[in-house]
C-alpha cells in the first residue's frame, strides 16, 4: 500500500513537473516575515505586501481562533434554540422566506457557490485575488460572523501555497461580491472552478494535491454566505488602484518637471507663499513636489528666459500651468481619502447576517448591509474623476509643445532634424489624444446608476464592480497618456540644449531626462516611432521615476 501511495505521488509530481505547474527542483527560498490576521491590524503596508508579493506566510492569530470559536458555538446555540437565520436555516434574496430544514443546510452551502458562481468576463489579476482571499480572511477573524477558524485556514493555506482561484469581474453589483467569491468558494472546497498554480491554469484538486493541501474542503451551515458576502474583491482592486494612481502622480510630477523646463516656466505659481494663503494642505504639498522636481534650475529663471530668445516678459504662464498643483493636490486629497476607506473596510466585518453576544446572555443574529460598499464605491467614482482630470491636463500639456507660440519656442512638431522634411512628434501627440474621450466617458460615475435586482428585494446597489471596472480601465488609458507626455517633454528639454547653454536644469528633471534617455534616444531624423511610445509608456507602469520623486522630495526647495 505504502509502496502504491509513493508511486503515485511520484507519478503526480512528474506530471505537474511536465506540465510546468511545478518545479522540478526543491525551492529552499528563506520563509517569508510572518502576516498575522486577527481582524484588526491589517495596515496600508502589509495589504501592499500581499498584493505584489506571492511568496507569504500568513495565520490566523491565536485570540482570533478562540473568539472564532466562541461565537460559532453561539450561532449554533441561537439556531438550534429557534431563530430563523438569513443563510443558516432560510434561504436567499427572494427566497428568504422558505425554510430549510437541519439535514437541508450542509448542502445548501454548497449548492449556494454553485448558483452564485455565474460570472463571467476577464480574471481578476492574481495578486487582487489573493489579497481578496487576505481581505476576507480577515474580516472574518473578527468573529461576528459565526463561521469556523477552520475556514480561515482554509483561505490562508490557498494563499501561502499559491492556490489561486481563477475569478471573474463582471457580476458583482457592490451588494457583495457574490458572483466572483462564489467562484473563489468552489475552488475552496476543491470543486469545478480551476485555479491558477505556479503560472498555470490547473484544476483545483490537481494544485491542491501538488501543494500538499487536503483536496476537499466542506463548508458548514452558515458559512458560505460570510464567504461570498462583502466587498473584499471590490477593496482589493481599489487598493490595487490607489497604489497606481500615486505611481501615477509620480509620474506626471516628471513629466511636468520636463514641461516646465523646455517651456522655462514662470516659477511664481508654484510659490509656498501664495498656497498657504489658500490654507489647502494637499495643494501646498502639490507645489512643494514640483518646487522639488525642480529645485536648482536655471532654465526657469530670468536668465534662462533671456538665454532661450524670449522676446517679451512672459507674465504669467497659462492657466493648465498655473493650476496644476491644485491637480495635484486634489488627487492627493482624494488618495488619502481613499486610504483611509479601503483600510477602515479591510478591518471591518462586512457580512449579512452578524452575530453578537447579548447582555443577557447568549448569541443572537443581527440582519443589516455591511455587506454593501457604498462608500467605497462612491470614492471609486472621485478617484475616477480626479484621474480623468489629470489625464485631460497631461494631454492638453503634450499638445502645447507642438506649436512654437504656445510653447515658447520650441521647435514645431518636435521634429528632431530639417522642420518640414521631418515631422517630429505630432502622431504620438494624437495617440494621448484620442484616449481622452474615452477617459471622460469612463470617469462618468457609476454610482448614480443603480439598478434593482431579485424582484425587488435588492433594489438599490451601489455598482462598485462597475465604478472599479471604470477606473482600472482609466488607469491604463492613464499611463499612456503620461508616457506620450514624458517622451515628448524629453524631447523639448534636449531640443532646447543649445541654445541654453551651461545652464542647468532642475535636478529632479535631470534625473528624470537621464532615466528616459537610459531607455529612449533622442529624436534626430524622423523614425518608427510605436517602440518609443511603448517604451515610454513602460517606464510609467515599472513606476522608473519614483526614485527621482523621492529624492527630490528628500531636498525639497524652499519657494
Not at 74 to 79: E, H, I, M, T, Y
Not at 211 to 217: D, K, Q, S, T, V
Not at 411 to 418: F, K, M, R, S, T
Not at 432 to 448: D, F, K
Request: glycine share 8%; charged share 25%; net charge negative.
Amino acid at each position: 500500500m505504502r509502496k502504491w501511495i509513493r508511486v503515485a505521488a511520484v507519478t503526480l509530481m512528474c506530471a505537474l513537473v511536465s506540465q510546468g505547474v511545478v518545479a522540478a527542483e526543491f525551492d529552499d527560498s528563506p520563509p517569508t516575515e510572518l502576516i498575522a490576521v486577527d481582524g484588526g491590524h491589517l495596515d496600508w503596508p502589509t495589504m501592499l505586501r500581499v498584493l505584489r508579493d506571492d511568496n507569504l506566510t500568513v495565520r490566523l492569530a491565536d485570540s482570533a481562533r478562540q473568539r472564532m470559536n466562541t461565537t460559532r458555538q453561539g450561532a449554533l446555540d441561537s439556531v438550534a434554540a429557534g431563530q430563523r437565520v438569513y443563510g443558516w436555516n432560510q434561504a436567499l434574496g427572494p427566497l428568504k422566506d422558505r425554510p430549510l430544514e437541519p439535514d437541508q443546510q450542509r448542502e445548501f452551502q454548497r449548492r449556494m457557490l454553485r448558483s452564485h458562481a455565474a460570472g463571467v468576463g476577464p480574471m481578476l489579476p492574481p495578486g487582487v485575488v489573493r489579497l481578496a482571499l487576505v481581505l476576507r480572511a480577515n474580516s472574518m477573524a473578527r468573529a461576528a460572523m459565526g463561521v469556523r477558524p477552520e475556514v480561515v485556514d482554509r483561505m490562508l493555506s490557498m494563499v501561502e501555497a499559491g492556490v489561486l482561484p481563477l475569478m471573474p469581474e463582471i457580476g458583482s453589483l457592490g451588494t457583495g461580491d457574490l458572483q466572483p467569491m462564489a467562484a473563489a468558494g468552489l475552488s475552496m472546497i476543491g470543486e469545478h472552478n480551476p485555479v491558477l498554480f505556479r503560472g498555470k491554469q490547473v484544476a483545483a484538486s490537481m494544485a491542491f494535491r501538488a501543494a500538499g493541501l487536503p483536496e476537499r474542503f466542506t463548508l458548514e451551515s452558515g458559512e458560505a454566505l460570510p464567504l461570498i458576502s462583502g466587498g473584499s474583491v471590490v477593496t482589493a482592486r481599489f487598493v490595487e488602484a490607489i497604489d497606481r494612481a500615486e505611481h501615477d502622480l509620480h509620474g506626471f510630477a516628471a513629466a511636468f518637471a520636463l514641461f516646465l523646463e523646455a517651456t522655462r516656466a514662470e516659477q511664481g505659481a508654484f510659490d509656498e507663499r501664495t498656497h498657504t494663503e489658500r490654507n489647502l494642505d494637499h495643494d501646498i504639498d502639490g507645489a512643494g513636489d514640483i518646487r522639488s522636481m525642480v529645485c536648482g534650475t536655471e532654465w526657469m529663471t530670468d536668465q534662462g528666459r533671456e538665454r532661450s530668445g524670449d522676446a517679451h516678459p512672459r507674465i504669467q504662464d497659462a492657466t493648465s500651468v498655473r493650476s496644476t498643483p491644485h491637480v495635484i493636490g486634489g488627487l492627493r486629497h482624494s488618495l488619502e481619502t481613499a486610504r483611509d476607506t479601503a483600510l477602515r473596510e479591510a478591518n471591518a466585518s462586512t457580512s449579512n447576517p452578524l452575530i453578537f453576544e447579548k447582555d443577557s446572555g447568549g448569541y443572537e443574529f443581527v440582519m443589516g448591509g455591511n455587506w454593501a460598499v457604498t462608500r467605497i464605491g462612491a470614492q471609486i467614482d472621485a478617484l475616477n474623476a480626479q484621474i480623468a482630470n489629470l489625464a485631460i491636463l497631461s494631454e492638453g500639456l503634450s499638445g502645447r509643445l507642438l506649436e512654437p507660440k504656445w510653447s515658447y519656442g520650441v521647435p514645431a512638431n518636435l521634429a528632431g532634424g530639417e522642420i518640414g522634411l521631418n515631422s517630429g512628434m505630432v502622431q504620438a501627440q494624437t495617440v494621448a489624444a484620442a484616449l481622452i474621450p474615452e477617459i471622460q466617458v469612463r470617469a462618468h460615475p457609476a454610482s448614480t446608476m443603480s439598478r434593482p435586482v431579485k424582484g425587488g428585494q435588492e433594489d438599490l446597489n451601489t455598482m462598485a464592480m462597475a465604478s472599479m471596472r471604470n477606473l482600472a480601465d482609466n488607469l491604463d488609458r492613464l499611463d499612456i497618456v503620461l508616457g506620450v507626455q514624458i517622451l515628448m517633454g524629453a524631447q523639448a528639454v534636449d531640443l532646447m540644449r543649445e541654445r541654453m547653454g551651461e545652464l542647468r536644469l532642475g535636478s529632479g528633471t535631470e534625473a528624470v531626462h537621464a532615466v528616459v534617455r537610459r531607455r529612449i534616444p533622442v529624436l534626430h531624423d524622423d523614425r518608427y516611432l510605436s517602440p518609443d511610445v511603448d517604451a515610454a509608456i513602460a517606464l510609467v507602469r515599472e513606476d522608473a521615476f519614483t526614485p527621482a520623486f523621492r529624492a527630490a522630495d528628500e531636498t525639497r526647495c524652499a519657494a
